[in-house]
Each structure stands twice: as C-alpha cells, then as structure tokens.
T-cell receptor, first 113, second 111 residues
Framework: EAQVTQNPRYLITVTGKKLTVTCSQN?????MSWYRQDPGLGLRQIYY???????DKGDVPEGYKVSRKEKRNFPLILESPSPNQTSLYFC????????????FGPGTRLTVT | GQNIDQPTEMTATEGAIVQINCTYQ??????LFWYQQHAGEAPTFLSY????GLEEKGRFSSFLSRSKGYSYLLLKELQMKDSASYLC????????????FGKGTSLLVTP
C-alpha cells in the first residue's frame, strides 16, 4: 500500500528543545516537501527536495532544517523551536512530472510552549 | 510569486450543486489541482487541469480557463460528508514541482 508516514503525530514541547519530525514514503518518489498549515494562512511550503542530497527553501524556511540522505526519508528539524512554530505540519511526496499530484502524510500537530 | 484567491466560506444544501471558484496569477502556469481536506486530516487529491476545459470525475468536475486565470470545482448531489475545506493549488514551471496553495474554501453542507 502506497504510504506517507510521519512521526510523531502529536508533540508538545518547550521552547529551545531540539526536535525532529520524520517523514517516510514507500512510493519511490523523487520529490518530497514539508508544509505548515495555520488558520487563515493555508498551506505554506517550508522546504522541498527534488532528489537525494538536493534540498531547497520554500516560502517559510526560517527556523527549520531538512536533510535528504535517502530517497524515502525527509526529516524536518527544528533546532530551537519557538511558540510561533506551533502548527500542523504535513509532509508530501510526488513523482517527477507536472501532472503528478502530491500525496500527503497524516500530519503532525506540534505545540511549542 | 503567485496570488491564488478563493472564497473563505460557502454553505449549500444536501442534494444541491455548489461551485467553488479559484482565481490565480502566475508567470509560468503548469497545472492546477484541487484537494479536499477534512478538519484535522491530510489533503486528498480531487482533480488536475492543465488544458482549458472541463474534467469530470463522478460527482466532482473541475474547469480551467488559462487565459482568465480561473478555475472552478463543481460538486453535484451534495452529501453531508462533502463538508470540508477545498484547496486550489497551482504549479508554476519556475518553481519545479512545488504547489502553491490558496487559503482554502470551507464548505458546509446542511440538511
């Protein structure tokens, strides 16, 4: 079964404590992406990756890091989380080609106090 | 960058037809997608348009006019489970495979 998994699904943490949200896909997709979703603002792209070892900034990259060492995994790293990073985070993947839709993971709800 | 506009909220009655509009401005249009998102869940793909015209998929249809920078999603025979947010997203050839999303239209279907 084609899947995009994210862990953890829910996380409450404190300001400044480093955390990683994992994303894994089993569809052999080259393209992977991270979004955050906030009320009234919609989905905004944080970072994306066109392939292994190729990453690039999206619209709201400040305070985040990513890595793409393997094709299937694309972790999102918050080195020093702050309350304004409280959000719902989605990982998404897609095949190469303009007609390919993106498949979304189930989401990670992060609260930073 | 891109400017994608869609209504914030709509209400419709079970069994009726509703049309959700989306307008966009982009320098290198390379496809338009519609997604459905129930509260707290992941967006799921509904439709894709890259050429002008209507694409029909069961109760859902999507229309595109590239010259007008305009699309709509048409939902027929509305059901209560269609209450959700509907997201319009545009792919721009200048930004690879990235999708730029509108803020979404929250649709409430009432009995």
């Amino acid at each position: 079964e084609a899947q995009v998994t994210q862990n953890p699904r829910y996380l409450i943490t404190v300001t400044g404590k480093k955390l990683t949200v994992t994303c894994s896909q089993n569809m052999n997709h080259e393209y992977m992406s991270w979004y955050r979703q906030d009320p009234g603002l919609g989905l905004r792209q944080i970072y994306y990756s066109m392939n292994v070892e190729v990453t690039d900034k999206g619209d709201v990259p400040e305070g985040y890091k990513v890595s793409r060492k393997e094709k299937r995994n694309f972790p999102l790293i918050l080195e020093s989380p702050s309350p304004n990073q409280t959000s719902l985070y989605f990982c998404a993947t897609s095949g190469q080609g303009s007609s390919y839709e993106q498949y979304f993971g189930p989401g990670t709800r992060l609260t930073v106090t | 960058g891109q400017n994608i506009d869609q209504p914030t909220e709509m209400t419709a009655t079970e069994g009726a037809i509703v049309q959700i509009n989306c307008t966009y401005q982009t320098s290198g249009f390379n496809g338009l997608f519609w997604y459905q998102q129930h509260a707290g869940e992941a967006p799921t793909f509904l439709s894709y348009n890259v050429l002008d015209g209507l694409e029909e998929k069961g109760r859902f249809s999507s229309f595109l006019s590239r010259s007008k920078g305009y699309s709509y999603l048409l939902l027929k025979e509305l059901q209560m489970k269609d209450s959700a947010s509907y997201l319009c997203a545009v792919r721009d050839s200048n930004s690879g495979y990235a999708l730029n999303f509108g803020k979404g239209t929250s649709l409430l279907v009432t009995p």
